[in-house]
């Protein structure tokens, strides 16, 4: 079946330094992959998204490139904001179903 | 108000209670999804909908109930609540897309059993 593994965290920076959080997968077929966002207190919204292989996906600074020869997905940001604080998951569709990773917090600290 | 709301937003039940959350959504999109959101466990699929009247179960659907007679609900009951349902719950929906299908989440509901 499909799976989605994400870094462990929390993960804690200082405002302004570079952000990666590692995503990998196993899926049948081709998926699309994506990349949700979770403030505090709210629901989960899309952050980017790509749907084929070498595709990057971008939003607010954020990026992430499907590599299909590595299977990975991996967020990064080059200068991350206090208010990017929140929680980061990674998730694959093949269909119409979503599986989620584990979630990575991210603290961003003034 | 266009989107998904979910309702309540906080709930506290006794064990062995029935309780229901509640999840409407305005788009008219065809599926709708339950997840549970657990520490060290991210979101886990409890049940799904396909169209109204379809219904299938995802990975943790023991204890729940869900039904779909308007495509615009979806609610989600535990029949005999238990402490190992305290969670955070949210709905969310989508419209399949050839690529690409994007789900719209909910703000969730969060249940403590006591």
């Known amino acids: 079946g499909n799976s989605v593994t994400q870094m462990e965290g929390p993960v804690t920076l200082s405002e302004e330094a570079f952000l990666t959080i590692n995503c990998t997968y196993t899926?049948?077929?081709?998926?699309?992959l994506f990349w949700y966002v979770q403030y505090p207190g709210e629901g989960l919204q899309l952050l980017l998204k790509?749907?084929?292989?070498?595709d990057k996906g971008s939003n607010k600074g954020f990026e992430a490139t499907y590599r299909k020869e590595t299977t990975s997905f991996h967020l990064e940001k080059g200068s991350v904001q206090v208010s990017d604080s929140a929680v980061y998951f990674c998730?694959?569709?093949?269909?119409?179903?979503?599986?989620f990773g584990e979630g990575t917090q991210l603290t961003v600290n003034p | 108000d266009a989107g998904i709301t979910q309702s309540p937003r906080y709930k506290i039940t006794e064990t062995g209670r029935q309780v229901t959350l509640m999840c409407h959504q305005t788009?008219?999109?065809?599926?709708m999804f339950w997840y549970r959101q657990d520490l060290g466990h991210g979101l886990r699929l409890i049940y799904y909908?396909?169209?109204?009247?379809?219904?299938d179960k995802g990975e943790v659907p023991d204890g729940y109930v869900v039904s779909r007679s308007k495509t615009e609900n979806f609610p989600l009951t535990l029949e005999s609540a238990t402490r190992s349902q305290t969670s955070v719950y949210f709905c969310?929906?989508?419209?399949?897309?050839?690529?690409?299908?994007?789900?719209?989440f909910g703000q969730g509901t969060r249940l403590t059993v006591v």
């Open positions: 788009w008219s999109h065809s599926y």
């Open positions: 998730a694959l569709t093949s269909g119409s179903r979503l599986t």
């Open positions: 899926a049948t077929g081709y998926p699309s």
């Open positions: 909908s396909a169209a109204a009247d379809i219904t």
């Open positions: 790509a749907t084929k292989a070498d």
């Open positions: 969310a929906s989508s419209e399949p897309q050839l690529w690409g299908t994007e789900a719209f």
